[in-house]
């Protein structure tokens, strides 16, 4: 995917989200957001429940459409484009980690990969991608167990490697560490890193952890759907 601009993947211009309550006053979950996200970057949005960082991230995932304000991923002005193209978009050009992993529990790690590339419509070889994936994570070794059989930190690995299988250029994750211990969720981070430097994924992330700050590239705080600092 090429964008319009050469250093951003995502560009968001004067986004607001608002809900209805009561069939007559708009709530405002977000209000006149601006910010450029980089191509190949580890970006976090950090904020407490309540912030508007999931409401954020569902429209630059394509998954919302805002109320008012412009989003573009790459080339795609996502705020113009007919769902059937956005879902299109999603499923050739986005991965998603959500806080639960949702792995399918009658299958194994690998299968659970294999399947996402089939959903995907994936065009290579979807066996060795699945176990390039798996190895990618730490979990070469354990591909062929089922999710019950592995730690909590090991199915959101598995969570990861189904995530990017299918090569897309925009991970998203939500609160992708909220349920990990610290080691583990240090180790989730390093695998983010990973992903953008190796696989040149760019990875977008929630999270209202302080600790994981410094891990990002570049970071943006939301209170009250604004972005402050």
């Known amino acids: 995917m090429t964008t319009q601009n050469g250093e951003s993947m995502i560009v968001v211009r004067g986004v607001s989200r608002g809900f209805e309550i009561g069939g007559e006053q708009l709530f405002w979950a977000l209000k006149n957001i601006s910010m450029d ?72 790690a690998y299968e659970n990969v294999e399947f996402s590339l089939r959903l995907a419509g994936y065009e290579g070889n979807w066996k060795e991608r699945a176990q390039e994936c798996l190895h990618m994570v730490g979990l070469g070794s354990r591909m062929h167990h089922m999710p019950q059989e592995l730690s909590g930190g090991e199915q959101q690995r598995v969570a990861i490697a189904r995530a990017v299988a299918h090569r897309p250029a925009v991970l998203f994750a939500d609160e992708p560490t909220a349920e990990l211990d610290t080691n583990t969720g240090l180790q989730v981070m390093k695998i983010f890193k990973d992903l953008c430097q190796n696989e040149e994924v760019t990875v977008v992330m929630t999270t209202h952890d302080t600790g994981l700050m410094e891990i990002g590239d570049q970071v943006f705080e939301l209170e009250d759907g604004e972005i402050i600092g």
Do not use: C
């Not at 304000?69 to 986005?94: A, C």
């Open 37 to 108: 996200i980089p191509r190949g970057r580890l970006t976090i949005l950090r904020g407490r429940s309540g912030s508007g960082k999931t409401t954020l991230m569902n429209i630059l995932s394509a998954l919302d459409q805002p109320t008012e304000g412009s989003v573009w991923l790459g080339d795609n002005e996502l705020t113009k484009m007919p769902e059937r193209e956005r879902t299109f978009l999603r499923r050739k050009e986005i991965g998603y980690i959500f806080q639960s992993v949702a792995l399918i529990p009658m299958m194994s």
